[in-house]
């Protein structure tokens, strides 16, 4: 702890004179960093439309309101969509991710050498990139429409419910794996009757906890022609139709909430 | 008890059904599989396009033991450099935004109408995708990067002062009594009591941000909010697949690097 001596009494300071200096120098990199970073991005802004923007934003409200309700009646079949993007993608990931995460854990991977690495890069993979990115080189591959989201949304999935469930995995307790091996089970039996029932709560939590993600994700993925609701939104902006836009925000909106409670609720059920 | 134990006694084991009360099992199943079944039928697939286009499929994920970073270098650097520029302003600005907001969003130190205000922010934000606020704020502020700032800025304070709040409610109040018994004032008392019980969290979730701010980046070029979106985009519409996997290469290294970085700085703090 530094403590200096000062005309007799001595004086704490919470760090020694390098430590601050360092600190200093940290600091003093990051606001340069930032402030470098906001140079560049006020280059490239035309600040003329930045003034205009309350202006703008005035008129848009003023378009937009109020939504055109009757539109609504167009918008049953989109959201049809939307909610099977969702749970046929969450379903199909589900299928893909528990074989990788049984592959990616530590104590059920069958070689921590060849296999682990694999499964840990399909996680990595498949999760750093956004369905949207997905959603958009499968139309390239496989034509717009609903089954490029369905896929989108899946390979998206696959990363993150493996990552989650590969971790509920590594966190067993092994005293019930050892009673189950112990009994002459063989691998497979250990498997279903070991670990499955340990893991199954964590499961059904990652599962429900992904597809509430994925309704809101799905409900974005029309823009690029990948079916759902989001196809309507982006033909309405394409149009200029902003009463028809602000009728599908709420639309978006009301289904993101109604699929958060549903997941609450269902997880409150099970855990 | 025991005539529980007289019924199972000599009988075959079976494995405990998952849910217990057999109607709702039966209707859970049914229910199911009816919606499964309408699901199927109702997607409408081209079945001879997606047979065309498995050799395009076959051809992109042959691209990338080839990926091309060479011969749209420059627009490929120029966009990254976009998108981590950004990812940092959006990051700081987000952060220092969401702080305030989240000690007002937690309940046991904000009074109520200040609570109520900064739960409503909370929730707003956290109700629309980045990729709608960047549709309306490109519409609003004009095509570039400003608009991507600002959809990200927006975006961390739903997430980051939701976070902070829950963990700052579920604090230790013992500490934060102590201090305030030495007769702080309010901003020290959130300094010395609240802030070094936080900090560690605070700083973990923060690193999350960051990462997830830049896997958003990528994609807020689709809509005019500038990043590598554009890019991207640019090289599926023209098939230039190799082009793409650079690209797609270069996020998951990014992404990759920034996990193991945010790995490193969680361990040290905490």
Redesign the interface.
């Known amino acids: 702890m530094p403590v200096y001596e000062k005309e007799g009494t001595k004086v704490w300071q919470r760090r020694t004179q390098a430590e601050s200096l360092m600190r200093w120098a940290a600091w003093l990199t990051a606001t340069a960093v930032f402030v470098y970073c906001w140079q560049q991005i006020s280059e490239a802004t035309t600040w003329f439309f930045v003034w205009d923007a309350p202006r703008i934003a005035e008129d848009i409200w003023t378009r937009a309101t109020p939504p055109r309700w009757e539109y609504i009646t167009q918008l049953g079949r989109p959201i049809w969509d939307t909610l099977n993007i969702a749970t046929l993608g969450t379903l199909i990931a589900l299928c893909f991710a528990v074989p990788v995460a049984f592959m990616a854990a530590r104590n059920t991977t069958p070689s921590a050498t060849f296999v682990r690495p694999i499964a840990l890069l399909i996680i990595v993979s498949t999760r750093s990139i956004n369905s949207l990115i997905w959603a958009l080189l499968l139309i390239a591959v496989i034509g717009p429409g609903v089954l490029a989201g369905v896929v989108a949304i899946a390979i998206r999935s696959i990363g993150f419910c493996a990552k989650l469930i590969y971790e509920a995995i590594e966190e067993i307790d092994h005293t019930q794996v050892e009673a189950i091996t112990a009994t002459g089970a063989s691998r497979w039996q250990v498997m279903a009757y070991g670990i499955v029932p340990q893991i199954a709560p964590a499961f059904a939590g990652v599962a429900v906890f992904r597809w509430d993600i994925n309704i809101r994700e799905s409900t974005v993925l029309g823009l690029v022609g990948a079916g759902g609701i989001g196809l309507q939104l982006s033909s309405s902006l394409n149009i200029l139709a902003w009463p028809q836009v602000s009728l599908i925000l709420l639309v978006i909106l009301a289904a993101v909430v109604l699929s958060e409670w549903v997941s609450a609720k269902v997880r409150e059920a099970i855990i | 008890m025991s005539t529980e134990l007289d019924a199972v006694l000599g009988q075959r084991w079976k494995k405990p059904p ?1 849910i217990k009360r057999r109607w709702l099992r039966w209707t859970i199943g049914i229910g199911s599989l009816a ?2 079944v309408a ?1 199927f039928m ?5 079945w001879a ?2 047979y ?3 050799d ?2 076959a051809a ?1 994920i042959l691209a990338f033991t080839s990926p091309d970073f060479v011969s749209r270098a420059s627009d490929i650097w120029e966009g990254l ?2 998108s981590i ?2 990812t ?2 959006a990051s ?1 600005v987000g952060i220092a935004i969401s702080i305030p907001i989240g000690l007002g969003a937690a309940r046991n130190i904000a009074p109520l109408p200040i609570y109520l205000i900064c739960r409503g922010i909370v929730a707003i934000s956290r ?3 980045e ?2 606020v960047a ?2 704020l490109v ?4 095509f ?3 608009a991507g ?1 600002l959809t990200l800025s927006f975006a961390t304070i739903g997430f980051l002062s939701k976070l902070l709040a829950e963990d700052i409610e579920s604090m230790d109040k013992v500490q934060a009594e102590a201090i305030k018994a030495s007769g702080a004032r309010w901003l020290q008392w959130i300094n010395y009591g609240v802030q070094p019980q936080v900090m560690p969290r605070l700083v973990g979730l923060s690193m999350y941000r960051v990462d997830i701010n830049f ?2 980046s ?2 807020l070029g ?2 005019g909010a ?1 990043g590598i ?1 554009a890019t ?2 640019t090289a ?2 023209r ?1 230039e697949y190799d082009t ?1 996997a650079a690209i ?1 290469i270069l ?2 290294l990014i ?2 690097s920034l ?1 193991y970085l945010s790995g490193i700085i969680r361990a040290r703090v905490q």
């Open positions: 998952l919606y499964l699901a109702t997607i409408d697939v081209n396009r997606v065309e286009g498995l395009r499929g992109f450099l976009e520029i950004m940092v302003a700081v109700a629309l995708q990729i709608i549709i309306l519409a609003i502020f004009g570039g990067p400003l700032f896997r958003e990528a994609i689709l809509v500038g979106g991207l985009n599926f519409d098939y793409a797609l996020i998951i992404v990759m996990e």
